[in-house]
């Protein structure tokens, strides 16, 4: 179904005279029907793989075959039908997938009739069944603004199936999803492979997806360094160690972290081969290797410990956030969406809190009320002693602008600014026109704090959700806002930049001493100490400080 053979995409900056490779000699095949993932750290060359393979990025060099469609050859009219026949594409951000302002089921009748002139009773029939097998008819008449993040990710998933095209490709489908609503989505990605012969190809820093799966691809700086058959995915406890590693076509692998490191190799590497035939690797300058061991994983955290809040907690603090009564109700057509109930809560200055819930909890509808950016239903807001359910549109985006920084899932930048010129709009919108006022060598930090600073001349759409995210975190942080919101920050990034991502944040808290709220669905990132509140069905389930487990 889908042949890659020396896939080469290197991207021109023309400003800068740069080339830079975003993958670098890709070789794959995919089967018809099979449920293939790609997994790699950010910056890994996915998101450039699968717009190759949607039709929406043009290659360097190489070939790439998709149903029998050699890509490097479409005009761009063949292009635009290949798009349309071959190919349903779910975005990590689902909402670029919906039209938000309808029913489910009428996203799923437009899916169905984009190739079509009318929409038969066998197309309505179709769409029923879809709903039903995958699981979301109960959300049939919900507008698709008013869906969790999950729920919206596995509509999204039915439109793609509705339009009856070969090929489903899916970007990062669960880097927003807890574990249950995760299951969910591979279950159900799961069910389209075998129930509908749609060929499903998954990109993700998840390693949850290394489970479940027909097949896996591991890549690493743009090239595949390791196919793992479903044999294949069980954690190794004893010696001797085996690594399974890909020979590409120019007959290069890559060696694994563990033996590069323990092996101390550098520039250079020594084969040798004795009268058997076995080879070694050896570092050429006979440097002595590490010691190996077997470590035990990082214990994850199964659940949160909270101590209850003490009732002095608030005692001769600095009260600079608080609600009473607050509550949020979407009213679409079909019933009302109880988002918030009854949100009693009091934040002080300085504070580092959590904000943690399953996918559909209230969390981003919590975060978005407070900052104004969506109306409550009923209640009250106090900011900075500032009544702020009393504030018109305007003063409430006045208010943003002076005292919040705000990340929210999908990132804040505008998209026909590059990273740095989005810096400039905080100047713009405050009447100061002249770049010399700006402080760049601060931004320069922050960009190289957030491991960004490669990028400060990109477009939003030119960049990964994961270089997107990050952005988005140093310009929040420039000229240091009062108040800090972060919905989801670390959700589309690999674990080892989650680490360092929060591990950041916690360090310009410590130095800045500012508010900061932060919902996660990822509780492992919490550290002992931490104020955490749960939202469980709109309502403050607990809030409490966090213990270690026993």
Request: aromatic share 6%; net charge neutral; hydrophobic share 35%.
């Amino acid at each position: 179904m889908i042949e890659c053979f020396d896939l080469i995409k290197i991207y021109e900056d023309e400003q800068r005279q740069l080339r830079i490779p975003a993958l670098r000699g890709c070789d794959f095949q995919v089967k018809k029907g099979e449920l293939v993932t790609f997994i790699g750290p950010s910056g890994s060359g996915k998101t450039t793989l699968i717009n190759i393979l949607a039709g929406q990025e043009t290659i360097s060099s190489g070939t790439v075959k998709v149903d029998g469609i050699n890509l490097e050859k479409l005009s761009i009219r063949d292009l635009s039908s290949y798009r349309l026949k071959k190919i349903s594409l779910v975005d990590q951000f689902p909402e670029r997938n919906l039209f938000l302002n309808v029913k489910v089921k009428e996203n799923l009748s437009l899916y169905s009739t984009l190739d079509k002139k009318d929409l038969t009773p066998t197309i309505e029939q179709r769409n029923k069944r879809i709903m039903n097998d995958l699981g979301i008819d109960h959300l049939t008449s919900r507008l698709a603004k008013t869906l969790a993040g999950g729920e919206m990710i596995r509509v999204a998933i039915a439109c793609a199936i509705a339009k009856k095209a070969p090929v489903l490709l899916c970007d990062e489908p669960t880097g927003q999803l807890d574990g249950e609503n995760t299951k969910k989505v591979k279950d159900m990605l799961s069910k389209v492979s075998e129930k509908y012969h749609t060929t499903v190809i998954v990109v993700t820093h998840d390693l949850r997806f290394l489970e479940g799966v027909d097949k896996t691809y591991i890549i690493r700086d743009g090239r595949v360094s390791a196919i793992l058959e479903k044999e294949d995915k069980t954690d190794q406890t004893e010696f001797p160690l085996k690594f399974k590693r890909h020979i590409d076509s120019s007959k290069s692998i890559r060696i694994p972290e563990l033996i590069y490191k323990t092996l101390k190799f550098e520039d250079n590497v020594q084969l040798e081969m004795n009268e058997e035939s076995q080879v070694t690797l050896k570092h050429p300058n006979n440097i002595v290797p590490e010691k190996v061991t077997l470590e035990e994983k990082t214990k994850l955290r199964r659940e949160l410990i909270l101590e209850n809040l003490q009732n002095d907690y608030h005692k001769e603090q600095d009260i600079i956030i608080e609600t009473k009564n607050l509550s949020k109700t979407y009213r679409p057509l079909g019933g009302d969406v109880q988002a918030l109930s009854d949100i009693n809560l009091s934040v002080h200055s300085g504070e580092f809190i959590f904000i943690v819930g399953p996918s559909g909890s209230g969390k981003s509808t919590l975060l978005k009320v407070l900052t104004g950016l969506e109306g409550e239903s009923k209640g009250e807001i106090f900011l900075l002693n500032e009544h702020f359910t009393q504030f018109s549109d305007n003063e409430k985006a006045y208010f943003r602008r002076n005292h919040f920084g705000i990340v929210m899932q999908h990132g804040n930048l505008h998209p026909f600014l590059t990273v740095e010129e989005n810096l400039y709009l905080k100047d713009v919108f405050a009447f100061k026109q002249k770049k010399t006022q700006l402080n760049k060598d601060n931004f320069s930090k922050l960009l190289t704090l957030f491991h960004i600073l490669h990028r400060q001349n990109s477009f939003p759409s030119e960049i990964s959700a994961g270089e997107l995210q990050r952005a988005s975190l140093a310009v929040s942080f420039y000229k240091s806002p009062k108040i800090f919101v972060f919905d989801e920050p670390t959700a589309n990034l690999d674990s080892d930049l989650a680490k360092l991502v929060i591990q950041n944040l916690f360090q310009l808290h410590r130095d800045q001493k500012k508010t900061i709220l932060l919902s996660t669905h990822d509780i492992n990132l919490i550290q002992k100490g931490m104020r955490v509140i749960e939202l469980v069905d709109g309502k403050i389930n607990r809030d409490g400080i966090l213990k270690e487990e026993n």
